[in-house]
């Protein structure tokens, strides 16, 4: 029954990413014909993401929550950031910034909040001053003095784009099912993390999370969006199967622990290296609870 229902999910994934993959290019008598689904292909696709499983807490033999560095200067990690510029490229190509930052304007992603542990919302005016500056050059300051009307052409607008993102940080919880006897993982909010807006032409600027969202909100948004799949155009994933089945590359930086959650960088500091290993430990801590299970 399992393998069955792995099947179907496969194919299912399969189809619909068929449809989505540049539909009807081959049959198209004009450009404004590509992309245009057929009656029949809308039926055969299931446009919605795949559904989580209900999980009773009883369940759950063993959880830990982690928060991770998703670094957007890894290979690994390019389809979460490519395209950033959006002039020359297709309207069904974009970045996960450009998607998220779409849908918060559009009213699709309705809640988005100041910490991952979701204590506060926000709205998207509460967050422009994280997002733009607005600054008056030296010759608009003169024309100020002078008692003149200051020129649009003096005022100098910086607002983050794709291309400031850095990384991406992600908290989840990895927990073991007793039923199915099996280590998962849910991922639970996302938040993109640029320089400080205030100083992000400075040398070495502070890098700040601009919002978090709780990710089931935004998960259909992030189904209907499609990341390059460089090995085969042909079937783009969503950003949601990139996110849920983890193809990407992360650092642990933070898990629940006694000390108020404390991070890697509070214990273990001035030491890239030891901080690197300490979240692999974190990571084989984890992984070696689902091996011991198997060990008599």
């Given at each position: 029954?399992?393998?069955?229902?792995?099947l179907?999910?496969?194919?299912?994934?399969?189809?619909?990413?068929?449809?989505?993959?540049?539909?009807?290019?081959?049959?198209?008598k004009?450009?404004?014909?590509?992309?245009?689904?057929t009656?029949?292909?809308?039926?055969?696709?299931?446009d919605?993401?795949?559904?989580?499983?209900?999980?009773?807490?009883?369940?759950?033999?063993f959880a830990?929550?982690?928060?991770?560095r998703?670094?957007?200067?890894?290979?690994?990690n390019?389809?979460?950031?490519?395209?950033?510029?959006?002039?020359?490229?297709?309207?069904?190509?974009?970045s996960?910034?450009?998607?998220?930052?779409?849908?918060?304007k559009?009213?699709?992603?309705?809640?988005i909040?100041?910490?991952?542990?979701?204590?506060?919302?926000?709205?998207?005016?509460?967050?422009e001053?994280?997002?733009t500056?607005?600054?008056?050059?030296?010759?608009?300051?003169?024309?100020?003095?002078?008692?003149?009307?200051?020129?649009a052409e003096?005022?100098?607008?910086?607002?983050?784009?794709?291309?400031?993102?850095?990384?991406?940080?992600?908290?989840?919880?990895?927990?073991?099912d007793?039923?199915?006897?099996?280590?998962?993982?849910?991922?639970?909010?996302?938040?993109?993390v640029?320089p400080d807006?205030?100083?992000?032409?400075?040398?070495?600027?502070?890098?700040?999370p601009?919002?978090?969202?709780?990710?089931?909100?935004?998960?259909?948004?992030?189904?209907e969006?499609?990341?390059?799949?460089n090995?085969?155009?042909?079937?783009?994933?969503?950003?949601?199967?990139?996110?849920?089945?983890?193809?990407?590359?992360?650092?642990?930086?933070?898990e629940?622990?006694?000390?108020?959650?404390?991070?890697?960088?509070?214990?273990?500091?001035?030491?890239?290296?030891?901080?690197?290993?300490e979240?692999?430990?974190?990571?084989?801590?984890?992984?070696?609870?689902?091996?011991?299970?198997?060990?008599?």
């Open positions: 029954m399992n393998l069955r229902s792995f179907l999910t496969v194919a299912t994934v399969c189809t619909a990413t068929t449809m989505f993959a540049q539909a009807n290019i081959l049959n198209a004009s450009p404004e014909d590509i992309g245009v689904r009656d029949e292909q809308k039926v055969v696709d299931n919605k993401p795949l559904e989580y499983g209900y999980v009773d807490d009883r369940d759950i033999l830990k929550m982690t928060w991770e998703v670094v957007l200067n890894e290979r690994s390019f389809p979460l950031y490519y395209p950033i510029d959006t002039n020359n490229i297709g309207k069904d190509r974009r996960l910034y450009d998607v998220l930052m779409k849908n918060i559009n009213g699709k992603i309705e809640n909040y100041d910490d991952s542990y979701f204590s506060t919302k926000r709205t998207l005016k509460d967050i001053a994280a997002l500056k607005v600054d008056t050059t030296e010759l608009g300051i003169e024309q100020l003095n002078a008692g003149e009307t200051l020129s003096y005022i100098d607008r910086r607002e983050i784009t794709a291309a400031d993102i850095v990384e991406y940080r992600i908290k989840g919880l990895w927990y073991f007793k039923r199915q006897s099996e280590m998962k993982y849910r991922l639970l909010a996302i938040a993109p640029a807006v205030n100083f992000i032409d400075s040398d070495n600027p502070d890098l700040v601009l919002f978090w969202i709780f990710f089931p909100d935004a998960r259909q948004v992030l189904h969006a499609k990341a390059f799949n090995e085969n155009s042909s079937q783009p994933f969503s950003f949601d199967h990139v996110l849920n089945s983890r193809r990407f590359h992360g650092y642990i930086y933070k629940e622990n006694v000390y108020g959650d404390r991070k890697i960088t509070e214990y273990v500091s001035d030491n890239a290296l030891m901080q690197l290993l979240s692999e430990r974190i990571k084989d801590k984890i992984r070696d609870f689902e091996l011991d299970m198997w060990t008599y």
